[in-house]
C-alpha cells in the first residue's frame, strides 16, 4: 500500500512539475542542439554509448543542457548519480559522495557518477579533495559550469577532466522545442509568438520552456480557463502574451521595441557613429539584454559591415566576446564599449557579405562541378596513376609567390565574387587583386 501511495505523489510531483522538469530528455536523441557533442558519431556520444566517458567539465551558457547530460549520462552508463550543488556543498558533503562511491563500488560492483553544478565555485581545498578520487577513476566526475574552467578550476583537476563546450541553443532547434513545449501545454501559436519566445529566451531553453509556461497559463486565464488545459481544449498563445510572461525581462514596450533597439543599435555602428551605438548598448543592457547576445551581434557585424575595410575589426569583436565571458558585467560593459567605439570608427565595407552571397548564388544555382584534376588530392598510392595533381603548379616555386592557374571549375572561371572597396585597408587588398586579375585572350574578366 506504501508503494502504490508514493507511486501516486511522485505521479503528481511529475503532473505538476515545471514545463522544463516535464520535458527533461529521456535519451541523447532528445536533446535539443549540441550535435557537435551528442549527434550521431559525435564524440561525446560515442565515449557514453561505449561506457568509456571519464571525468569531464561541461561549460556552457545557463540553459545549454549541462544538468540534461549529465542525467542522461549516468542512466545510458547504469552508473548512480549523486549530485551536489559547489553553492551549498562543502568539504565533508564531498567526502560523504567519495565514501558512497566506495561502498557502491565494493557491494554492488557500481560505479559513480558524481555531478558537481557550478564547479568553478569550489575553492581549491575542497577541489582538491577530489583529485584522488577522480584520478583512481572511484568517481566519473562530471561538473558543469558557465565560467571558464581554465580561470576558476585548479589545473590538476583540469589535467584530470575533458573538457566540452556546450553553445546556446540555435533559434531553429529552440523553436523545435518550443513547439514541443506547445504540444505538451495543449496550446497553440503562429510563427511570430514562437519567435518572440525564442528571441526572448537567447539560447536559454530552460528560459524558453519557462516564459511559454507562464505565456500558456495567462493564455488560459484570457481564455477563461479554470485550471491547466486539457487534449479536448487547445489555447492559443499570443505575443502579448509572451511579452506579459517577460514582463521585467523584456522591454516595457514589448518585443516589437526590442527588436527596434537592436536594429538601431546595429544601423548606429554600421553608419559609423559611436555616440549612437554607446547609446543604444547601454540602453540595451540597462533593460536586460543578455551581454552575450550583443557581443554576437558586433562579431557578425564586423565582417558583415567592415569587413576588409579594417581586418582587426574582427579580432576587437571577437575579443570582447571573449571578455563578456570571462569577466561577465558589469565589469565587461566596458569591453563592449570598446569594441562599439573602434567598428563604429572603422573604415566600412560590405563586399565580403556580397561575395558570400554571389559564391553562394553559385553554388546553389548549378549541379556541383567537379574538382579540376590538378587540384584533386594526390598524396594517397595510386592518386598518380589516375590523374590527380597532375599539372598543378606550386605558388612558392614562382619568385612573386604565385603563378597564373585555374583554381575552380572551368564553368565558373569567369565569376567574380569579391570585388574590394576602396575604403580603409581594402584599397590596398584592390590594388593587390588587380595585379593578380587577368584578361583572357576574348577580354572577358576572370579571376586567377
Known amino acids: ?53 571519464t571525468s569531464v567539465v561541461l561549460w556552457g551558457p545557463p540553459g ?37 562511491a566506495r561502498r557502491r563500488l565494493g557491494d554492488e560492483a557500481r560505479g559513480t557518477i558524481l555531478f558537481l553544478d557550478e564547479v568553478h565555485r569550489f575553492n581549491k581545498a575542497q577541489q582538491d579533495v577530489l583529485l584522488p578520487a577522480v584520478e583512481d577513476g572511484l568517481v566519473v566526475l562530471i561538473g558543469a559550469t558557465t565560467e571558464n574552467p581554465f580561470f576558476e578550476v585548479n589545473a590538476p583537476l583540469m589535467s584530470r577532466a575533458t573538457l566540452w563546450r556546450l553553445e546556446p541553443i540555435g533559434d531553429d532547434d529552440m523553436a523545435a522545442l518550443v513547439r514541443r513545449g506547445l504540444d505538451v501545454e495543449h496550446a497553440e501559436a503562429d510563427e511570430k509568438t514562437v519567435g518572440a519566445v525564442v528571441g526572448a529566451a537567447e539560447g536559454d531553453a530552460r528560459a524558453a520552456l519557462t516564459t511559454l509556461e507562464v505565456a500558456v497559463a495567462l493564455a488560459a486565464a484570457r481564455a477563461g480557463h479554470a485550471g491547466p488545459t486539457s487534449g479536448a481544449s487547445t489555447v492559443a498563445v499570443t505575443v502579448d502574451d509572451v511579452v506579459r510572461a517577460r514582463a521585467g525581462r523584456l522591454y516595457h514596450q514589448g518585443v516589437d521595441e526590442h527588436y527596434d533597439q537592436v536594429s538601431a543599435f546595429i544601423k548606429s555602428v554600421r553608419g559609423s557613429d559611436p555616440d549612437a551605438g554607446l547609446y543604444w548598448m547601454a540602453r540595451m543592457l540597462e533593460a536586460g539584454d543578455d551581454a552575450r547576445f550583443v557581443a554576437r551581434r558586433l562579431v557578425i557585424l564586423a565582417s558583415e559591415d567592415i569587413g576588409m575595410a579594417d581586418p582587426q575589426a574582427l579580432v576587437v569583436a571577437d575579443a570582447a ?14 569591453n563592449l564599449a570598446h ?58 616555386d ?23 572597396s576602396g575604403h580603409g585597408e581594402e584599397a590596398e587588398v584592390a590594388a593587390r587583386l588587380g595585379r593578380l586579375r587577368v584578361h583572357d585572350e576574348g577580354g572577358a574578366r576572370r579571376r586567377i
Request: hydrophobic content about 40%; overall charge positive.
Open 1 to 53: 500500500m506504501t508503494g502504490l501511495f508514493e507511486a501516486a505523489a511522485e505521479e503528481r510531483l511529475r503532473s505538476r512539475a515545471p514545463l522544463a522538469a516535464r520535458m527533461r530528455p529521456h535519451s541523447l536523441d532528445e536533446v535539443v542542439g549540441q550535435r557537435h557533442l551528442v549527434g550521431p558519431g559525435a564524440p561525446l556520444r560515442v565515449l557514453v554509448e561505449r561506457d568509456r566517458l
Open 64 to 100: 545549454s543542457g549541462k544538468t540534461t547530460l549529465a542525467r542522461l549520462v549516468a542512466v545510458a552508463t547504469k552508473k548512480e548519480m549523486v549530485a551536489l550543488s559547489a553553492v551549498t556543498a562543502g568539504v565533508k558533503d564531498v567526502r560523504e559522495a567519495i565514501d558512497g
Open 321 to 334: 566576446a571573449r571578455a563578456v565571458e570571462m569577466v561577465g558585467l558589469p565589469e565587461a560593459a566596458l
Open 339 to 396: 569594441a562599439v567605439v573602434y567598428l563604429a570608427c572603422a573604415p566600412k565595407s560590405n563586399r565580403v557579405t556580397l561575395a558570400l552571397g554571389r559564391a553562394r548564388g553559385d553554388v546553389r544555382g548549378d549541379e556541383p562541378a567537379e574538382v579540376p584534376a590538378h587540384l584533386r588530392d594526390s598524396h594517397y598510392r595510386a592518386a598518380e596513376r589516375i590523374g590527380h595533381g597532375a599539372g598543378y603548379r606550386y605558388p612558392h
Open 398 to 420: 614562382w619568385p612573386e609567390g604565385w603563378v597564373d592557374q585555374q583554381y575552380r571549375p572551368a564553368a565558373l572561371e569567369g565569376h567574380v565574387y569579391y570585388e574590394p
